[in-house]
């Protein structure tokens, strides 16, 4: 079955006991055991419950690994994830990787003694130099958040697989309609749901899948122990979301696309960041491991003054934390995705004062361009050649 239909039917979409097309939601803390001899499927919700499990078996076939789990966050989701390394255990991690990963793993986890090492991920040679012998891991992302860049997971992949190390890859960008890292070598995919997979902006939430059942043992024990799971009624939101991803991210890829060519042409924007310009540094690889750019994209304006004065004048767009929703969602990476990262290492990043990143939701393009135009003052300047979007499947 093609994607669209597995979103829909895969298995997990009717309840068991009642029919019912839409799982129910179960809450419930605790299941009476009729035999206290016979272990039952579910005894207590921290260790399993039935609008969990549905989830956690739908995200499980839809990245094509082992088996899936869901916490009560992204960041629950990745640090239920580094919990399963030991103290004295090395990390790489890609230097562009989320804020509040970076917060995580320098603050609280470093406190355990899990070294990390973050590194331009993109250099296959520079992954190679940075491994140690206590190495047990690699955490990537890609495109990267807030500028988009993108890592050759497969080589990336290739690379640290001859050393007998794992490969972990937040997705939360992708979702696995775009991108399925599981099949480009990684063993662990870790996804914020409050994001694409949610998204309605109602609902925060983790996915965590494993390739194999190894990694799933690991990563059960985390979940039943540290009990960072998912209620029930959050479940059921993602279980709702997912159904609508392929429609919803269709929609939204096709209004980014647009909105990045219309970017370019603006006086006030320097650079625009969107895998789906033919111009984007890591286009062609992108090309390679995705099905799309996705509806995520960020830009320069010609400095600070311009970028606040634009978040200052933007009416439709919200101004917020987040991505993924419905609704188009601008965020200042410097004070909000970002704010946890030091200065000197969001700017050797190119994490600038002037840079601005879009979540581009379900309105009308052009009523978002008339917005955009409004805000940025409509002056434009001639486009080169290469400011193109590649036609991925619009
Ligand atoms: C790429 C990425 N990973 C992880 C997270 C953390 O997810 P959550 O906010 O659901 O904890 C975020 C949140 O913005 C994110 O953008």
Known sequence: MQFASRLIHNGNEIDKTTGALSIPIYQASTFQQNDVTQPQEYDYSRSGNPTRQALENTIAILEGGHRGFAFASGMAATSSVLSTFAAGDHLLVCEDVYGGTYRVITTLFQRFNLEASFVNASDHENIRHNIKPNTKAIFLESPSNPLLKIIDLRAAAAVVQEYGLSVIVDNTFMSPYFQRPLELGADIVIHSATKFIGGHSDVVGGLVVAKDPEWSKRIYAAQNCFGAILGPQDSWLLLRGLKTLKVRLDFQQKSAHRLAHWLLAQTEVEEVFYPGLICHPGFEIHRQQADGPGAVLSFKTRDQATALAFLNSVKLAAVAVSLGGVETIIS????????????????????????????????????????????LNNKLKPLSSLDKVYNYRL
């Open 332 to 375: 200042y990476p410097r004070t909000m995705s970002h704010a946890a990262m030091p200065e000197t290492q969001r700017h050797h990043l190119g994490i600038s004062d002037n840079l601005i990143r879009v979540s581009v939701g379900l309105e009308d393009c052009g009523d978002l361009i008339n917005d955009f135009a409004q805000a």
